[in-house]
């Protein structure tokens, strides 16, 4: 229940903010909450992704893409993330998540998030997603397009280019 106060939290701030320009980093202070933690007693890390979506969602308002999505009837999609932690963040302790586009290809925009505690960070790491049609991935072209903008000139970072080639390999090596 608490992810579905979470979204709605998350939605609400998102439709009173001002717009955000593709590229800007969003910033949220956020708290660890009971149902946050592991057996561990620190934040679980499952829920660091879980918060990484909620700011998808919030970046999707803000930009105009969601309302865009909606129209032509496409899904928002990850395609993938990598994450990598440093510290544990503990019950009640209060953090900053970074989060922006950093790059993109054909079909794939990817998204650069740190979890930060007194300038220290936490995790970081890569998340990648897409627009979806009923026929597949939407071009990045087409998905620009229909929020008024040309795609960025971006390139892929080095660290996606690497996980993209290890990503490549586990999926080959599928059993």
């Known amino acids: 229940m608490n992810l579905y106060l979470r979204l709605l939290w998350t939605l609400l701030r998102a439709w009173r903010s001002p717009r955000l320009v593709l590229g800007q980093t969003l910033e949220r202070t956020l708290r660890v909450l009971p149902n946050d933690l592991d057996v561990n007693g620190h934040m679980n890390n499952g829920r660091y992704l879980t918060l990484i979506d909620l700011m998808l969602v919030e970046y999707f308002v803000r930009t105009g ?14 395609g993938g993330s990598f994450i990598t932690y440093r510290r544990g963040l503990k019950p009640l302790q209060t953090y900053t998540l970074r989060f922006r586009l950093d790059g993109g290809d054909a ?19 890569y998340m990648k997603g897409a627009a979806v049609a009923r026929d597949g991935l939407v071009p990045n072209a087409l998905s620009y397009a229909a929020i008024g903008l040309a795609v960025p000139d971006s390139t892929v970072p080095e660290p996606v280019r690497h996980w993209l080639a290890a990503e490549h390999g586990v999926m080959n090596a599928a059993w």
């Open 107 to 125: 079909h794939w925009n990817y998204m650069r998030f740190e979890f930060m505690r007194h300038g220290r960070v936490c995790a970081a790491g």
């Open 65 to 78: 893409f969601a309302r865009a999505m909606l129209r032509r009837g496409w899904r928002p999609m990850a």
